[in-house]
Every structure is written in structure tokens, then in C-alpha cells.
């Protein structure tokens, strides 16, 4: 059989821009040749639609857009993720559906019977689970249709199941022939070689093909990176869709096997946060950005991901050297706007923090400078790209990495302040070995920028190292806590002294008030801070 997968880019609540994509891409698949087209997982609303599933007006649209998008099909199926009601008075108002659409109906539809609940997933909130799932034969074909996390519970590929029912395994016991999957997977790392390696599997084990269609784009914190995937009944590779692109994937289930080499790690982490800013910028209506140039690695790479996805002509970035900016500093964030091409404007901040000191000389005076002069400079520098923002219409772009945002090391409506946190879920180390890829070939970001100490640069002779232990120890130490949820004697066991663990652990949890006020930030890794990590900021601490 001829499928085709519509990898396409939805944004969320733009049903008509939704709805003309589908038909585009629809028209196309079967001009291909296409017996059945496949369309991600609640494609028409665009995923996660969250809260506003609880909005009266946004779900009558929906409903209007399942009609329209009925009138679209002809001849050849379309199988489609949408939203329905749930009529039978039990249970949540709402379903996760797989429709089969034909001739302008709905010939059959299965609803999601997995509703993930961890992470950044909360569809128990909106939706009740399918409880069962028939077979739908076209061509004497017997089809099983399931819906993203449908597939993601076989119980020989994860050491632990997280739902008592396998929807999978439902569908075999009547005999499926072909096995699709609509879905919306956001990616982390390395989660692209995951889903390879859990599909094959469940075709091998089922000895079935099986057919992935996933969405792409970005939507807020989260990335959807495409790369829909076909397997023979052997579990083989037969096709995979483009990665963090559009693509219409024709898939031949009777065809050869691919030869499939995943780009590497740092080329697909670089596409996915240039996604992410471009999808972030635009669905939110705004075309240019504008960032700090300090003369650092975070900076200057945040600078270059918002050229590759916006282009050189929609950024600007501004140097706002202070007292304590090293001349090696300037000129290095000069170095880069140059090799970027993009436009960049010098803004000293002295004057302005002149101002203040006087102006707060009631509370400073006859105290040693310390921490309120240093979050000054950085506060200054935030009023001022707010100010550039709302006179220029520009989007602000922050640049702190994760190791800073897990312990506090950043200042709340300082270098916090802005719209977007590019890298905040990126830890230094991985700075690092990012900015080297891309200067793989040609030196884009400064080599001083990626040698010299990390600094702050607000007091004399500051380093990183003056608050934080080195990046190696901070960033082991965070993935365990944060991401692993491993505690102090875990810690300690592995070899780092107790003194520093309950240090940096404590910081990490004070911290906390600050980040609830930070900018949403791009997920990459399996635990980001943000709407996938919730806790309290009032608690109690060690």
C-alpha cells in the first residue's frame, strides 16, 4: 500500500491555517499516488492546545473545522487527529480522536485510549480515555489506528509499563494487518533514536508494519521535530520524514529498507533551537529580535541560532559595557555581530548606573558595594532591551544556559527580562560543545568568547568560579538532582563531597521563586525547568 505522512507545521487555535495546510498537502499526497494520507495527532487545533479546550468559542470552531475538514477528503482517505465531544454524559467533555474521513464523512474514528500525564503532558485534564479500539479495513486491508502515547507501552522494549492496557496489543488480537500511529511527539534529545528503536521493535514483535506520522514545529517550550517513520513487518526502516521540516513522506510498505544515518547530536540540537525560535517568534506575531551582546559563549551563541532562523536582517544586538567590561569582551561581541552581518549598537550603561547609585543613596550609603550594585548593571541592561522592545517592536531574546537558571546564578528582571530563553535548558558544558560544532568549519563565535573564563563582568575580576564550582561538577550534579531526582547520599556516593551536594541543592531549591518568573524557555533535554517540572516555591528546605 501507498501512504503518505503530512508532516506539517499547525499553530495552535489557527484552525483556518490549519485547514488550508491539510488540504494543500492532501491535494499533493494523492497527486503522488497516495492511497491513504496520514495527518499528525490533533493536527486541526494544533498540540498542546491545553486550557483552551475549556474555552466555548475555541471548541465550536474545532467542531466547524472537523466538518471542513471532512469536505476535503475525496476518494482516498485522510486519517486525521482532532477533537471530539463526548456525548455519552460520563466522564471528560472531550475526546483525543483518530478520524477516518472519506467522500466528505467520517467513516470511522478510535479515540486515544493512553492519556500521558507526566512531563509536559497533562491530557488526563481534558480528555476521556477510549476504551476500546476496532479494527477499520480499506482494500481488504485490516488497519489499526492509535494515537501517539497508544504505542509507546509495549511491554518488551520498556522496563516499565505505565498503563495496565497495551492498545497494541488490542489491535493485533483482531488481527491488524497495517499499524499506523498519529502523533505528536516533542523531541529532547536523543528522543528521535528512542522512537527508531521502540517502533522497530513493536513491528518486529507484531510482525506488522507500522507507520509514524509526527508532527513538526514548535509550539511554545516544546519542539516537534518530524522525522515520521515507516517499518517493514521485519522491523526494518522503509522511509523517515525530514527532521525539524515540513515534509510529505510517500511511504511503499511493500518497498526496500533504508539506509538511515542520523545526523549528529549537535546538528539536530542546533536545528531544533533554531526551530524553536522561529516558530516562537512568528506564531507569536513578530518578525525581529533583539538580544544583549556581552562578549560571552552564551550570548554569542544564542546570537547565531537567532540568525540561522531568523536571518541576520531581524536580529540586533546591543553591547552594554559597563565599568567592568574588559576591552576583550567588547571587541570580541563586535567580532561576532560583524562575522553574523547583523546590526549592533553600543549602549554604556555607566551613566545610568551613575544615576541609580545616586538615586538609592538613601539605602547605599555607608554599606560595601556588593550584590544590589552588581544586579543594578544587569537590571539596567533588561530595562534597556525592554525599552528597545517596545519602541522597535522587537522580540527579547535572553541567553542564560540551565546551569545558571538551576542555581539562582542570573538576575530577576535583569538578564532574565525578556520573551524567550533560547538556551536556558542547555548546562554550560553543552555551551560549549555546541558553540565548537558550529565552529566546526570557520570561527562564527569567537575562540576567546569559548576559551576565556566565564564572567559576569560585574565587579573586578570576576569569575564564574568566584560563586560556582566548575561547570563539570555544577552540571553533574544538576543532572542528577533535577533530572534524575537522585538525593544527597545518591550524591555522595558517586563521589562528590557532601558539603558541596547539599550547597548546590539548596540553591537549586531557592531558586525556585525565580524561575517561576522567567521566560518559557526551549526544551531540549528529558527535564527542563518550566511546565514540565512544577514545584512549589514555599516549602520547606534542609
Known sequence: MILACLQLNSKVGDFQGNLEKLRSGYERAVSKGAELVLAPELFLTGYPPRDLLGQKDFLLASDQANRDAAEIAGEVPLLLGLVRRNDSGQGKALHNVAAVLHRR????EVRKS???TYDVFDEYRYFEPGQDNKIWTWQGCRIGLSICEDIWNDEDFWPEQLYRRDPVRELMDQGCDLLLNLSASPWHRGKERVREAMLAKVAL???VPVVQVNAVGGNDELIFD??????NRAGALLACGRGFAEDLLMVDTEAGVLDKQWPAEMSQLFSALSLGIRDYVGKCGFRQVVLGLSGGIDSALTAVLAVDALGPENVLGVLMPSRYSSEGSISDAEQLARKLEIEYRTLPIE???QSMLQHLDPFLAGTPPGLTEENLQSRIRGVTLMAISNKTGRLVLTTGNKSELAVGYCTLYGDMCGALAVINDLPKLTVYELSRWINRRDEIIPEHSITKAPSAELRENQSDQDSLPPYE?????VE???VRGEGVADLVRAGYSEPLVREILRKVDLSEYKRRQAAPGLKVTSKAFGVGRRMPIARALE
Do not use: W
Open 226 to 231: 518530524g522525522q515520521s517513520l515507516a517499518f
Open 351 to 353: 551613566s545610568a548606573f
Open 105 to 108: 464523512h467520517c467513516v470511522h
Open 480 to 482: 542528577a538532582y533535577v
Open 205 to 207: 514483535s507484531e510482525k
Open 114 to 116: 493512553l492519556l500521558p
Open 473 to 477: 561538577i555544577l552540571d553533574a550534579i
